[in-house]
């Protein structure tokens, strides 16, 4: 099971982006074997695995590389900010960004309003790199659920 908030994209991808704004992108490579990148704020990239790998093993090693060399502490899935986010309301500046994000849903927790803003910055970030990187785009256009490929 993942440690961290692993965003879905479409594609068989996955976005976990750091507190700094790096994010780490797990994309399909073939025979049900992912690849890993890590998208720094700087606009720099470079390769986190060495070689595809099963998507349990690659989650595995991009999340050692990410505690190692990220600032992640609001993305760890069982830290107190998270456990205790799933239980309080949104705050006043979340619900600010989703609505300037056009969000019409009311999320009913921080929890909830902290993924939805992550979904969106990952949404845009992989628009800024199609327009880097066309060729990412030949990949499948469907979503899957991280945990069910697990």
């Known amino acids: 099971m993942p440690q961290y908030s692993w965003i879905p994209l479409d594609s068989f991808e996955f976005s976990l982006i750091d507190d700094d704004g790096n994010e780490i992108i797990i994309s399909?490579?073939?025979?049900?074997?992912?690849?890993?990148?890590?998208?720094y704020k700087n606009?720099?990239?470079?390769?986190?695995?060495?070689?595809?790998?099963?998507?349990k093993q690659c989650v595995k090693d991009c999340e050692r590389f990410a505690k190692k060399n990220l600032n992640v502490a609001f993305e760890k899935l069982q830290s107190r900010w998270m456990r205790n986010a799933r239980h309080q309301k949104p705050s006043p500046a979340q619900l600010r960004v989703l609505k300037e994000n056009n969000?019409?849903?009311?999320?009913?927790?921080?929890?909830?309003?902290f993924i939805e803003i992550k979904k969106r910055i990952a949404h845009k970030n992989k628009k800024q790199r199609l327009q880097n990187f066309p060729r990412q785009r030949f990949f499948?256009?469907?979503?899957?659920?991280?945990?069910?490929?697990l």
């Open 43 to 55: 606009n720099g990239h470079t390769s986190v695995t060495r070689t595809p790998k099963k998507l």
């Open 28 to 39: 399909p490579f073939a025979e049900g074997k992912f690849t890993a990148e890590i998208y």
């Open 103 to 113: 969000f019409f849903k009311n999320p009913v927790t921080k929890f909830e309003a």
């Open 140 to 149: 499948l256009e469907e979503k899957i659920d991280l945990e069910l490929l």
